[in-house]
């Protein structure tokens, strides 16, 4: 069976501190994988994907990820976070089906 | 922690008939819920937002006669695929808002139709 975790359920950092979120899972092949956010009052908003190819990935918002098969990560990095990052992660697999991780709730400090 | 139950977890139906799907939420009361859609190869797409005792609020594109939600209780919604085509086929997802912050995510269903 498939699984996401996400170690930490919430995270503060200061404006323009650099951020990682860390996202693992478990499936027995590479799956799809990804990275949503969800600001408050909002629907889903997807950051970026994995199916292939590169496994640094660039997506929206200034936000990048890495795949690691060796550790079954999926990290999400931004080098310089802005207040308006401040909401809730979810890193989701999709192998037989589609996996949400519990989410992180990101906190910007002024 | 919370959960969210979403059935059935795999469909298969002919062009014409209806699909139902339920969502439900285990352990408690949901407030709002999302109902997603995804295509292959891409991210999920929110069809609408379904709020306890009101009409759901559907995004733009969405066709409110083909795709029926219901949401009659604070633990359960459900989502009504109408006379369904082959271009319904897709994985369907549904979410759960606990208060004001937490989302959960149902484990989706994968609708084909013939």
């Known amino acids: 069976a498939q699984s996401v975790t996400q170690p930490d359920i919430h995270i503060t950092v200061s404006e323009g501190a650099s951020l990682e979120l860390r996202c693992n899972y478990s499936?027995?092949?590479?799956?799809?994988l990804f990275w949503y956010v969800q600001s408050p009052g909002q629907g889903l908003q997807l950051l970026l994907k994995?199916?292939?190819?590169?496994?640094l990935v660039q997506g929206i918002k200034g936000f990048e990820a890495e795949f690691k098969r060796s550790q079954s990560s999926f990290n999400l990095r931004k080098p310089s976070v802005h207040w308006s990052d401040a909401a809730e992660y979810f890193c989701?697999?999709?192998?037989?089906?589609?996996?949400f991780g519990p989410g992180t709730r990101l906190s910007v400090l002024p | 922690g919370a959960v969210v139950s979403q059935h059935p977890s795999w469909v298969i139906c002919k062009s014409g008939t209806s699909v139902k799907i339920e969502c439900r939420s285990l352990?408690?009361?949901?407030?709002?819920m999302f109902w997603y859609r995804q295509f292959p190869k891409q991210s999920l797409m929110l069809m609408a937002t379904?709020?306890?005792?009101?009409?759901?609020?559907?995004e733009q594109g969405v066709e409110k006669d083909k795709f029926l939600i219901n949401h009659a209780s604070l633990t359960l919604s459900t989502l009504t695929v109408t006379s369904a085509h082959p271009e319904d086929s897709s994985f369907y997802i549904c979410?759960?808002?606990?208060?004001?912050?937490?989302?959960?995510f149902g484990s989706g269903t994968q609708l084909s139709v013939l």
């Open positions: 352990d408690f009361q949901a407030t709002t």
């Open positions: 989701a697999v999709y192998g037989q089906n589609f996996v």
């Open positions: 379904s709020n306890e005792g009101s009409k759901a609020t559907y």
């Open positions: 994995y199916f292939s190819g590169d496994t």
């Open positions: 979410s759960a808002r606990w208060g004001n912050e937490k989302l959960f």
């Open positions: 499936y027995g092949a590479t799956p799809y």
